[in-house]
């Protein structure tokens, strides 16, 4: 449960630097390098660039794996779903026992009253 959270917490905080790195970069290509138009500097327009588009790449690929780690360490508890206890506490319908349809035949000969129902017997109401 605990490398769900760090996971996911990892997710997030590549998602934030991902949104940064693009804001950052210029639709027209100048983005970050505009503000470094000194030819004494470091890295050039184009080397920035590059490290932009490296970044932007490399963050995206992280986040997809990282995603696929998630979806993987998900905590799953001992009690899978309801669909499975259903399926699990189905009855067979072919092993149901069958309820008489009609009246039980009268073949009493003697002209005594018919003894009580028990509670084991079923009457048709």
Do not use: H
């Amino acid at each position: 449960m605990g490398v769900y959270f760090f996971v996911s917490i990892l997710v997030i905080i590549a998602c934030i630097f991902q949104i940064l790195i693009v804001l950052v970069q210029n639709s027209k290509g100048g983005g970050l390098a505009a503000n470094f138009t000194s030819a004494g500097q470091t890295m050039g327009i184009r080397k920035t660039a590059d490290f932009l588009e490296k970044s932007t790449w490399t963050l995206a690929a992280s986040i997809l794996i990282l995603c696929i780690v998630a979806t993987a360490t998900i905590p799953r508890s001992v009690k899978e779903s309801r669909i499975r206890d259903r399926i699990d506490n189905a009855y067979d319908p072919s092993a149901v026992p069958t309820l008489p349809t009609g009246s039980p035949s009268a073949t009493t000969t003697s002209s005594a009253p018919a003894a009580p129902a028990t509670q084991g017997s079923q009457s048709k109401k």
